[in-house]
């Protein structure tokens, strides 16, 4: 079984849960064989990912270990804020007016999920389910500056200033004309400087809201700041950029770069971290970005993994700032042989093992429909007696 993105389904993958819509009626039934028409159906509904099967994984007691994903947020949640946020930003576009107490309550629902599920990590799936980009980008980033708060020692206050902020930091860009927003290639040099403004904008709406902090508000405004001080809209440098921008800063990066783009694909969590690591100083607060760090699952519970031995291996367990060495369970051998009892292996305490390339989904699906094969193969020359 494996959690899949709805912006990533193809026709003839196989459900492996009951879906059901967020008003809990049933969409579509265990077992069925998705086509074109259902997929789009799903996508109408707003739901943020499902369960399929995955032949090469079913056979090892996979699912249960999916099943214990702590989620930072409820999907409920995530289904429910991205909606919200979505009308909320149309009304914005056209009727220059902005719901202030619709946002508060969807981030006070993100806090409220957030601090329950405090030390639970950020896996993959947790965040980059969404389609519409800047209405998830918008939860995204509310998820994870809150979640770096969280563990900043923030008190509630703070967070609350920080998951409004962090949630309407874009909010200029609803001012910024759709041709450029949703252009499916790189800016030029004007259209670059037109968006630039969106932080702006941003803050002048924002300030202008009796019921928003203006900490909040500065959010929007200093989101694109520098640490080195080469940022918009003002050159800020250090600690002359607001903590909290300097927060959101971090986080609106690691979401772009992990989110499919009309013009690129997703980055992997680990091929991200690199990027995020080599900012530092530059770009971000090297402390702040350790700390946010810290809480993302490089090789999320469930990836699938190349070892230096050859062998295959699905992550089992994940530690907080010990990302870069899970708990792995091979799967298939160095000869491609599907394993299956494999052994569990702790890259913590076997440090001459090491992880050298993690499959995406359609490399997953093409593993297992390979093994399936060759487990076939092996079958049919098997001796009987
Ligand atoms: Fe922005």
């Known amino acids: 079984m494996q959690k899949i993105a709805i912006s990533e389904l193809q026709p003839n993958m196989v459900v492996a849960r009951n879906i059901f819509s967020t008003e809990g009626v049933l969409l579509l039934s265990a077992d069925t064989v998705l086509n074109a028409t259902q997929i789009e159906r799903l996508q109408q509904f707003g739901l943020p990912s499902i369960y399929i099967k995955n ?3 079913d056979t090892i007691p996979y699912g249960d270990l999916i099943d214990t994903i702590p989620e930072v947020v409820r999907e409920e949640t995530r289904v429910q804020a991205v909606q919200l946020v979505n009308t909320a930003f149309q009304n914005l576009t056209i009727l220059q007016n902005l719901d202030t107490q619709q946002f508060k309550a969807i981030s006070d629902l993100i806090l409220d999920d ?14 980059r389910a969404h389609d519409g980009y800047t209405f998830g980008h918008s939860v995204n980033v509310c998820v994870l500056a809150t979640l770096t708060g969280v563990q900043l020692g923030y008190d509630m206050v703070n967070l609350k200033e920080l998951a409004l902020g962090a949630l309407l930091h874009d ?4 001012l910024i004309p759709q041709e450029i927003l949703l252009k499916p290639a790189p800016l030029t040099n004007d259209e670059r400087k037109l968006m630039e403004k969106h932080s702006d904008l941003g803050f002048d709406i924002l300030r202008k809201q009796s019921d928003i902090p203006l900490v909040s508000a500065h959010i929007a405004f200093q989101h694109h700041e520098k640490f ?3 940022g918009y809209n003002r050159g800020l440098a250090g600690t002359n950029i607001h903590e909290y921008a300097r927060i959101v800063a971090i986080a609106d990066v690691y979401d772009a770069l992990t989110s499919d783009r009309p013009y690129k694909e997703a980055s992997l969590p680990h091929e991200a971290y690199e990027i995020m690591m080599s900012l530092a100083n530059t770009h971000f607060d090297p402390v702040i970005l350790q700390t946010f760090l810290n809480q993302i699952a490089l090789y999320p519970l469930g990836s699938i993994v190349q070892l230096n031995t050859d062998d295959i291996a699905v992550v089992t367990r994940v530690i907080p700032g010990l990302q870069t060495r899970p708990t792995v369970k091979v799967l298939l051998d160095a000869s491609g042989h599907k394993l299956k009892n494999g052994p569990e292996i702790d890259l913590t305490r076997h440090l001459t093992t090491f992880i050298t390339k993690v499959f995406t989904l359609t490399e997953v699906l093409q593993l297992g429909a390979n093994s399936t094969r060759q487990t076939n193969l092996q079958q049919t020359f098997e001796p009987t007696s």
């Open 114 to 127: 957030v601090i329950k599920n405090r030390g639970a990590m950020i896996h993959l799936t947790d965040i």
């Open 171 to 174: 909010a200029g860009k609803m």
């Open 228 to 230: 080195d001080g080469n």
């Open 55 to 57: 032949p090469f994984t």
